[in-house]
């Protein structure tokens, strides 16, 4: 249940018009009256008789009982409560009730006094209300309004617990504005599954997340397709922008422009600048993580693009485990960026995963903890690393890569979560952990076949060079053998042993290292994890295709061959 405060207005017969009128785009069905400050007041929704001018003149009488210099200069109190879409249908007497609670709560009314503000909640679709009220009460006074908003969250949050309905967690004033109730009726009526204002934060996002410079920015918002409005003060400076879909039109056929602070708070174009101008700091901003096992730096590409964003990716998931709260936000702010980059230049069979995971992960960037920039610069770099290299083919090592990319983000969102839970940051929390499941529906669909393809060459590799893996595994992590050894993603495992120990590393060094630089007790699959870390750590190829096939191997099968995935009971699995 969501209650939200709008602005205070001067003319309550223009919002009773509104209220009872069809809506800016026809959305609004059988507006009726179903309570009021006396349950006696005219329902110019069902009653013929009644009028708006009628109900206008009784919630403003206390306006007529006070001289002019008292009366407030903003009468018109209104208040919207909407339920979740998942919700169940409410009856007009229920609406009623909470209507009542809410402006008892708010301190509009008070039952056990006669002398509270005249209001009135009137109903026009199934899923919410919106309650009037006038700013004077019966004796002439106004109304104590301090924290409003707050109270009627609180009595949200337990009407909620009442009827049954989804539990919201509690707010902390930095999420974006929500479309208002006509964008998505509108969104609707056109067939879509967002509206503008939340379209256009995303393509306001995934501009910023490949952007080098605020001239960039605006040709890439420019590219995206979007009409765009610069404000420019009179010396010649620009002021701030704001942007429109261009088949969003008004009545009158305009754009309906969005201005970028209105989209979110940090989609303001200082905000914005702010980050180009801490890129342009060159001073040491180490993070503080450990250096990898990575070889050289890769050719330009998709793939290599992916295989730094994961060593990266994974470097920031150790500061966040221990790094300080400001910095520990700007990582955060920046994953949210990674998110956009790799949505943006993924394949088709993992792209609409990873655009839900970077769409409910925008909420997990923001808090009251204000961030320290420059920390973040190593993941803001990753970002326009993926946006420069362009989009991946979702095959061979540029797909691969994106497995081990989503692996390592993975692991970071998860962590995102634990440490906003941590500082009860309720709603950041839930953002991340829906973001996680994503990524991990994403990394199904972008692991099946290069997994598949270790998993058989594992099947495939001799009896002696088995064991020999076993023996490395065994003396690299003891307590988790025979849980690996029992997970169908040990085949895989097994090869990529093999594989590092061909490449002139010591698997059991590595193994013990890749499995000690984080917990893996949230895995499904823990081979599954220790095969992406070992790759990335060795510099092995992510895509085992393009490995040269182990002479054991090579007496009973090509390993460059692509081999039928394992059945679902029998193949790899993935952590959740």
Same mark, same amino acid.
């Given at each position: 249940?969501?209650?939200?405060?709008? *602005?205070?207005?001067?003319?309550? %017969?223009?919002?009773?018009?509104? @209220? !009872?009128?069809?809506?800016?785009?026809?959305?609004?069905?059988?507006?009726?009256? +179903?309570?009021?400050?006396?349950?006696?007041?005219?329902?110019?929704?069902?009653?013929?008789?009644?009028?708006?001018?009628? @109900?206008?003149?009784?919630?403003?009488?206390?306006?007529?009982?006070?001289?002019?210099?008292?009366?407030?200069? *903003?009468?018109?109190?209104?208040?919207?409560?909407?339920?979740?879409?998942?919700?169940?249908?409410?009856?007009?007497?229920?609406?009623?009730?909470?209507?009542?609670?809410?402006?008892?709560?708010?301190?509009?009314?008070?039952?056990?006094?006669? $002398?509270?503000?005249?209001?009135?909640?009137?109903?026009?679709?199934?899923?919410?209300?919106?309650? %009037?009220?006038?700013?004077?009460?019966?004796?002439? !006074?106004?109304?104590?309004?301090?924290?409003?908003?707050?109270?009627?969250?609180?009595?949200?949050?337990?009407?909620?617990?009442?009827?049954?309905?989804?539990?919201?967690?509690?707010?902390?004033?930095?999420?974006?504005?929500?479309?208002?109730?006509?964008?998505?009726?509108?969104?609707?009526?056109?067939?879509?599954?967002?509206?503008?204002?939340?379209?256009?934060?995303?393509? +306001?996002?995934?501009?910023?997340?490949?952007?080098?410079?605020?001239?960039?920015?605006?040709?890439?918002?420019?590219?995206?397709?979007?009409?765009?409005?610069?404000?420019?003060?009179?010396?010649?400076?620009?002021?701030?922008?704001?942007?429109?879909?261009?088949?969003?039109?008004?009545?009158?056929?305009?754009?309906?422009?969005?201005?970028?602070?209105? =989209?979110?708070?940090?989609?303001?174009?200082?905000? %914005?600048?702010?980050?180009?101008?801490?890129?342009?700091?060159?001073?040491?901003?180490?993070?503080?993580?450990?250096?990898?096992?990575? &070889?050289?730096? /890769?050719?330009?590409?998709?793939?290599? /693009?992916?295989?730094?964003?994961?060593?990266?990716?994974?470097?920031?998931?150790?500061?966040?485990?221990?790094?300080?709260?400001?910095?520990?936000?700007?990582?955060?702010?920046?994953?949210?960026?990674?998110?956009?980059?790799?949505?943006?230049?993924?394949?088709?069979?993992?792209?609409?995963?990873?655009?839900? $995971?970077?769409?409910?992960?925008?909420?997990?960037?923001?808090?009251?903890?204000?961030?320290?920039?420059?920390?973040?610069?190593?993941?803001?770099?990753?970002?326009?690393?993926? +946006?420069?290299?362009?989009?991946?083919?979702?095959?061979?090592?540029?797909?691969?890569?994106?497995?081990?990319?989503?692996?390592?983000?993975?692991?970071?969102?998860?962590?995102?979560?634990?440490?906003?839970?941590?500082?009860?940051?309720?709603?950041?929390?839930? #953002?991340?952990?829906?973001?996680?499941?994503?990524?991990?529906?994403?990394?199904?669909?972008?692991?099946?076949?290069?997994?598949?393809?270790? !998993?058989?060459?594992?099947?495939?590799?001799?009896?002696?060079?088995?064991?020999?893996? %076993?023996?490395? =595994?065994?003396?690299?992590?003891?307590?988790?053998?025979?849980?690996?050894?029992?997970?169908?993603?040990?085949? #895989?495992?097994?090869?990529?042993?093999?594989?590092?120990?061909?490449?002139?590393?010591?698997?059991?060094?590595?193994?013990?290292?890749?499995?000690?630089?984080?917990?893996?007790?949230?895995?499904?699959?823990?081979?599954?994890?220790?095969?992406?870390?070992?790759?990335?750590?060795?510099?092995?190829?992510?895509? #085992?295709?393009?490995?040269? &096939?182990?002479? &054991?191997?090579?007496?009973?099968?090509?390993?460059?061959?692509?081999?039928?995935?394992?059945?679902?009971?029998?193949?790899?699995?993935?952590?959740?």
């Amino acid at each position: 249940m969501i209650p939200r405060i709008h *602005k205070r207005g001067t003319r309550t %017969i223009g919002l009773l018009y509104y @209220l !009872y009128g069809p809506g800016t785009d026809e959305e609004h069905i059988d507006p009726h009256l +179903v309570s009021s400050w006396d349950n006696n007041a005219p329902d110019p929704g069902r009653d013929p008789n009644a009028t708006y001018g009628q @109900l206008q003149q009784l919630l403003d009488q206390p306006l007529d009982n006070i001289d002019g210099a008292s009366r407030p200069a *903003k009468h018109v109190w209104h208040l919207s409560v909407r339920n979740a879409p998942e919700d169940r249908t409410l009856a007009d007497e229920e609406w009623g009730d909470i209507a009542r609670r809410m402006v008892t709560a708010a301190g509009i009314d008070d039952p056990d006094q006669s $002398a509270g503000c005249r209001w009135a909640a009137i109903r026009h679709a199934d899923d919410h209300i919106h309650i %009037i009220a006038t700013l004077v009460r019966e004796d002439g !006074y106004k109304p104590d309004l301090h924290r409003d908003a707050a109270r009627v969250q609180a009595e949200a949050r337990l009407l909620e617990t009442e009827l049954g309905l989804r539990r919201l967690n509690k707010g902390d004033g930095t999420a974006a504005k929500r479309p208002t109730s006509a964008e998505r009726h509108k969104a609707q009526r056109l067939g879509k599954n967002r509206t503008s204002r939340e379209e256009l934060r995303e393509t +306001v996002r995934r501009a910023v997340a490949g952007a080098t410079s605020e001239t960039d920015f605006f040709d890439r918002l420019a590219a995206a397709g979007v009409l765009i409005h610069k404000r420019v003060a009179p010396s010649g400076d620009l002021l701030g922008y704001k942007v429109a879909l261009p088949d969003d039109r008004n009545a009158q056929k305009e754009p309906v422009f969005y201005a970028g602070s209105t =989209l979110a708070p940090d989609l303001s174009l200082p905000r %914005i600048r702010q980050r180009f101008s801490e890129d342009g700091d060159t001073s040491d901003q180490s993070t503080g993580a450990p250096s990898d096992h990575a &070889t050289a730096p /890769a050719p330009s590409g998709p793939a290599a /693009a992916r295989r730094r964003t994961a060593t990266t990716v994974w470097e920031t998931v150790l500061v966040i485990d221990g790094g300080q709260d400001a910095q520990v936000a700007a990582q955060i702010a920046a994953t949210g960026e990674v998110l956009d980059a790799l949505a943006t230049t993924s394949a088709a069979h993992t792209r609409a995963e990873l655009r839900e $995971a970077a769409f409910v992960f925008e909420r997990a960037t923001r808090s009251h903890i204000r961030a320290e920039r420059g920390h973040d610069r190593a993941l803001r770099q990753a970002a326009r690393d993926l +946006v420069h290299s362009g989009p991946a083919l979702g095959r061979g090592e540029d797909g691969a890569t994106t497995a081990m990319a989503i692996d390592m983000l993975f692991f970071l969102v998860t962590a995102t979560a634990h440490w906003h839970a941590k500082k009860g940051h309720a709603q950041q929390a839930a #953002a991340a952990r829906e973001a996680a499941e994503h990524l991990h529906a994403a990394y199904q669909a972008a692991a099946n076949i290069p997994l598949s393809v270790l !998993y058989q060459r594992g099947l495939r590799l001799s009896q002696p060079l088995r064991q020999k893996q %076993i023996a490395h =595994l065994r003396a690299a992590v003891p307590e988790l053998t025979e849980q690996i050894l029992a997970e169908p993603g040990w085949h #895989a495992l097994a090869a990529t042993l093999a594989d590092t120990e061909n490449a002139g590393h010591d698997p059991a060094a590595l193994l013990a290292e890749a499995a000690g630089r984080r917990e893996l007790g949230t895995a499904d699959s823990i081979s599954d994890v220790l095969v992406w870390r070992l790759r990335r750590m060795a510099g092995l190829p992510a895509d #085992a295709t393009t490995m040269p &096939t182990h002479p &054991t191997a090579a007496a009973t099968g090509s390993g460059r061959a692509v081999l039928p995935a394992p059945s679902r009971g029998n193949g790899p699995r993935r952590k959740r």
